[in-house]
């Protein structure tokens, strides 16, 4: 990775970086990229007091001070910004049909997070997911709206694996299609709310 793990891309390709990244594999170079502090990176800003996104990499740095006013905003939501992997990655929340009438559910762990949550607000109602690594276990709540229906991605090896309600998943309520896809447990769920468990220890 040149440039020591910071951030080689303009603008325009920063957006998809990480979101091409987990889609082919590789979230552990997402989540190491997020990580990084120097410039120029995304949490250089926030290491240097911001807290909204700035309009350039180099907005402001220790050597050269700010950049010319005519381009230089510092409350400037762009392409660079890393937001939508963050909630569609990290807290695992996205859609699958125009306006969350079909959700996905599929937070992917990493960077040695040991939980996360997230909550979004559809014209359907609130959409949660919410994760955490305790030992040897993982387990992930999710919240699926009136009127919609989600498709949920459990990082397990086999369905076996993973229990629901403290239950055997084969035999949980609301659950359909229950299927192994690409190293993960996958399964279609009605709306209401669902714990999932598993033993990592397990699917090592």
């Excluded at 007091?49 to 005519?70: C, H, I, L, V, Y």
Aim: aromatic share 10%; glycine share 12%; proline share 7%.
């Amino acid at each position: 990775m040149p440039r020591n793990w910071t951030i080689s891309t303009g603008f325009l390709g920063c957006k998809h970086l990480n979101l091409a990244l987990t889609e082919r594999g590789r979230s552990d170079v997402a989540y190491r990229l997020l990580a990084k502090e120097d410039y120029p990176s995304w949490l250089f800003p926030v290491k240097n007091g911001a807290t909204t996104m700035w309009e350039r990499w180099d907005g402001w740095t220790p050597k050269g001070g700010f950049q010319t006013p005519q381009m230089n905003s510092f409350n400037h939501y762009a392409f660079g910004a890393i937001g939508e992997w963050m909630y569609s990655a990290i807290a695992g929340i996205d859609a699958e049909a125009p306006g969350f009438k079909k959700i996905r559910l599929s937070p992917v762990p990493g960077g040695g997070l040991t939980h996360a949550a997230g909550q979004l607000e559809t014209p359907y109602g609130p959409t949660a997911c919410r994760w955490q690594v305790d030992g040897e276990r993982f387990s992930m709540s999710v919240t699926v709206p009136p009127n919609t229906t989600a498709t949920v991605r459990i990082p397990a090896r086999s369905a076996e694996d993973v229990t629901e309600g403290g239950g055997p998943l084969g035999s949980a309520k609301g659950l359909s299609n229950i299927r192994t896809e690409d190293g993960a447990v996958v399964c279609q769920v009605v709306s209401g709310s669902y714990e999932f468990s598993m033993s990592l220890g397990r699917s090592s």
